[in-house]
């Protein structure tokens, strides 16, 4: 079974078109198969992206979107905070459509081919993942663990996951490196935020 965070240069595309609202601004994005949630926008990623702005009350210069899919994080982040976003993904269609999202969106971006971080060489003063569950654990451990060395010193990690997909036992793992805590539950989904301790 092909998965989101493979390429298959072979996959038919079928393009479509997704509409989001967040309070006055509507967001459009290309969609297509092969990538994350390819006809709505996936909820948990939603519900990170909302619980984020509802509380928001710094200046963010830079963000990270981690296994950005079609770009709907990074994209929606960027345009809202007025800041710089660079979006990864492994998948080569999906960086393709967030480039494309970009430029339908009116926002300049940075997008990105990489596996997890091999390609990212900054520091970011927050980074978003709504992390690929079917990649595996080690896969998704990485992605969160990881985190703490792309983020500037008062940089936060943002992620969101289901409970019946391992929440509790990732929030226990991230306290050795995180002071982590939960900002919200919803319909089975848990919005995180990190920051790393300070050694």
Not at 30 to 45: A, E, L, R, T, W
Not at 57 to 65: A, K, N, S
Not at 74 to 86: E, H, P, Q, R, S
Request: glycine fraction near 6%.
């Amino acid at each position: 079974m092909e998965h989101y965070f493979t390429n298959n240069e072979s996959l038919k595309s079928e393009l479509r078109i997704i509409e989001y609202k967040y309070q006055n601004q509507i967001f459009h994005f290309y969609s297509d198969n092969g990538v994350f949630s390819k006809n709505k926008i996936d909820y948990g990623s939603r519900l990170l992206v909302e619980t984020f702005l509802k509380q928001n009350t710094e200046t963010i210069e830079e963000l990270l979107d981690v296994g950005c899919g079609y770009g709907f994080i990074g994209i929606v982040l960027a345009k809202i905070l007025n800041c710089v976003a660079t979006l990864i993904d492994v998948n080569k269609r999906a960086v393709h459509l967030t480039k494309m999202n970009a430029k339908e969106n009116n926002i300049e971006i940075n997008s990105l081919l990489s596996n997890i971080y091999e390609n990212v060489e900054k520091k970011y003063d927050l980074i978003f993942t709504n992390p690929p569950i079917r990649a595996g654990k080690e896969v998704v451990i990485n992605i969160l663990d990881n985190a703490k060395d792309h983020l500037k010193e008062s940089g936060k990690l943002w992620f969101v996951m289901r409970k019946d997909q391992g929440a509790k036992s990732v929030f226990k793992k991230m306290q050795m490196n995180y002071e982590i805590r939960v900002e919200k539950k919803e319909k089975g989904f848990y919005i995180f935020s990190a920051k790393k301790k300070l050694t």
